[in-house]
């Protein structure tokens, strides 16, 4: 049988050959491919760490011999180190991929710019991976920011940038426009977890804490188990709502267009529809497109928005309604029941768009330049003009990202016909097709659009 | 379960291992970390009420780890003999009168951490779909 101090050589040093491969990942970086400030900021971290963890490697076979009561203990703890650095090891090599010419990096930059301008936000950042999922997630805070950090602590190593998120965009859809505004409620999340979290959680407790009193008494797993349910649906709406107070209602539509809920529009209501259904980890579409609706009035977009003819805008109108057919499918303590679970969320729905509107002011106060600069925007689209600068009324005007965001969605949902219409070649193309080369067109226009709006906001102010 | 709800159990298995590194140090060199004492009393608080009605609030005050779900299951999953024999445990380590008999009860508390550590961490061995993203 092996000594133990040659086992503890041997788990130490498979350990630091697992690491190294990782570190070597991250120090094999040059000219090309470029990255953003904040990817190289995610890769030199996980390079540091891992060379904070080798050194932990190497002075521990020596530690492990020092008292024998303690010493499986502390081997177990090599267990534990290589489960963590697994974690970090599944975001690597996605972020390796995002490099700045797979990234719609003018409209991350144009959503990051609106951010830091809300009080507080000034330090957010976020890296950008690539997931092999048709779908936009962020790694809540808990997993890499933690992980990172609890490994620190073991290995007496360097923290985790602070205010560093971590989001995932589909790796195919990186020249995407519309279908990216998506990015901005991921951002939220990190916004969430860093900055607004505990405020909110105090109010999900006191709605809480009155479902509870109403029952007879309940143990502490069915009540974290209904907490968990409403703190990770009202993080879902918290995200919504503070997508469309940054961005605006473009945020709604490409949500609509994510899920698939044009199909919503115009047709009736399935009770087994699951845009109805609130499930574990999201609360129903439904619900959601509900508070959009809600929050554009509040904010004074829909106004505006009300008169557009498209199945997106019947989509949002309808949700009301709709809001009665909404059932649960996930577990709730049966003491609650549905009614008053569902009826504590609206509550926090509620709260919610106050609070989130008190503290994001983008998209509102964008409105009026909205009104007077979309209509011109539009015309100069029909006719494949970038609207970087538009003239309005003979005089000169630069949209800003809001304005520019909002407006080629609207174009995007009612102008497209025109578009090819003005633009006809001599062989046309079947229909499907026409459509989706000039939504390519439009959507490049939109990100040199926003480039040239970051330039001309250095340059001209 | 989402790799989300999955590497909480990571992150509560962490939780263990940091308090055992301090109790560890503790036992081999004497040294007490600053907030070990306010660590093992949220553990013990944990320990004492697992399973047992209780309030909002109350379950805040176990801590971000000890009042997760995770980490109210991992706990759960002890026999309730263990949990008692924990709990007195890490009261003899936040108050018995003699450092030797604290330094004997921490050892016999961390092969106890150990436990939570590795049933903690088998829950996230466990295979799962992928993370939070904008929808279901």
């Known amino acids: 049988m092996k000594k133990l101090s040659e086992t503890v050589l041997h788990e130490s040093a498979a350990l630091y050959r697992f690491i190294d491969c990782i570190v070597r990942r991250c120090a094999d970086i040059h000219e090309y491919p470029v990255y953003t400030k904040t990817s190289r900021d995610f890769l030199n971290h996980i390079e540091r760490l891992g060379d904070e963890t080798k050194s932990f490697l190497e002075q521990f076979p020596s530690s492990v011999g020092r008292r024998r009561e303690t010493a499986t203990s502390k081997r177990r703890k090599l267990h534990t180190l290589r489960a963590s650095w697994e974690v970090l090891h599944e975001y690597l090599e996605p972020a390796l991929d995002a490099d700045t010419l797979r990234l719609p990096t003018p409209l991350i930059s144009a959503i990051q710019d609106e951010a830091h301008k809300v009080e507080g936000l000034r330090a957010l950042n976020f890296t950008l991976f690539h997931s092999d999922e048709v779908n936009y997630l962020q790694v809540p ?108 209602p473009a945020y709604s539509f490409s949500l609509i267009e994510l899920t698939g809920a044009t199909l919503l529009a115009g047709s009736t209501v399935l009770m087994q529809d699951p845009f109805h259904s609130f499930v574990e980890y999201h609360p129903a579409e439904v619900a959601r497109f509900r508070a959009h609706l809600r929050l554009l009035k509040k904010l004074g977009w829909w106004d505006e928005w009300r008169n557009v003819r498209a199945c997106h805008v019947e989509v949002l109108e309808a949700s009301e309604e709709r809001s009665s057919s909404l059932r649960i499918e996930a577990d709730i303590p049966r003491s609650i029941g ?124 | 379960m989402t790799t989300g709800s999955r590497a909480r159990y990571l992150i509560f298995a962490l939780s263990i291992r940091k308090l055992t590194d301090a109790l560890i140090e503790f036992v081999e060199e004497g040294r007490r970390a600053p907030n070990l004492n306010a660590q093992l009393k949220e553990v013990l608080a944990s320990v004492k009420v697992t399973g047992r009605t209780t309030s909002v609030k109350a379950l805040r005050q176990r801590g971000k780890s000890f009042g997760s779900y995770e980490g109210v299951v991992t706990i759960d999953d002890m026999r309730s003999a263990d949990r008692e024999s924990l709990a007195n445990k890490l009261r003899s380590v936040i108050a018995a009168k003699t450092p030797r008999e604290q330094k004997k009860n921490a050892l016999q508390a961390i092969e106890f951490f150990d436990v939570l550590e590795s049933r903690a961490l088998y829950r996230y061995n466990h295979p799962a779909p992928r993370v939070r993203s904008v929808t279901a």
């Not at chain 1, 205010?163 to 916004?191: D, K, R």
């Not at chain 1, 909110?200 to 188990?225: C, N, P, Y």
């Not at chain 1, 062989?427 to 040239?452: G, I, Q």
């Open chain 1, 141 to 248: 805070s808990g997993i890499v920011k933690e992980t990172a950090d609890s490994i620190a602590a073991l290995v007496h190593g360097t923290r985790f940038p602070p205010n560093l998120g971590l989001i995932g965009m589909p790796y195919s859809q990186s020249s995407a426009f519309f279908l990216n505004c998506l990015l901005t409620h991921e951002m939220a999340h990190v916004a969430y977890q860093e900055f607004y979290e505990v405020e909110v959680s105090v109010e999900i407790d006191a709605v809480l804490q009155a479902l509870v009193d109403e029952t007879t008494g309940m143990s502490d797993r069915d009540i974290i188990s209904a907490r968990g349910l409403l703190e990770r649906w009202v993080e879902e709406v918290f995200c919504d709502l503070f997508a469309i107070c940054l961005i605006g």
């Open chain 1, 338 to 461: 549905e009614a008053g679970f569902k009826k504590a969320f609206f509550r926090l729905c509620e709260w919610l768009m106050e609070y989130v509107a008190g503290k994001v002011r983008a998209s509102a106060s964008a409105i009026p330049a909205f009104l007077r600069q979309s209509p011109v925007i539009s015309e100069y689209l029909s006719r494949a003009i970038v609207p970087s600068t538009i003239v309005v009324r003979g005089r000169l005007e630069y949209p800003t990202a809001i304005v520019l965001i909002n407006s080629f969605f609207r174009f995007y949902l009612e102008g497209i016909p025109r578009l090819i219409g003005n633009v006809e070649e001599r062989e046309p193309k079947p229909v499907v097709r026409a459509h989706s080369e000039f939504v390519e067109r439009l959507e490049l226009w939109a990100l040199k659009a926003l480039e040239d709006c970051r330039l001309l906001s250095q340059v001209v102010g």
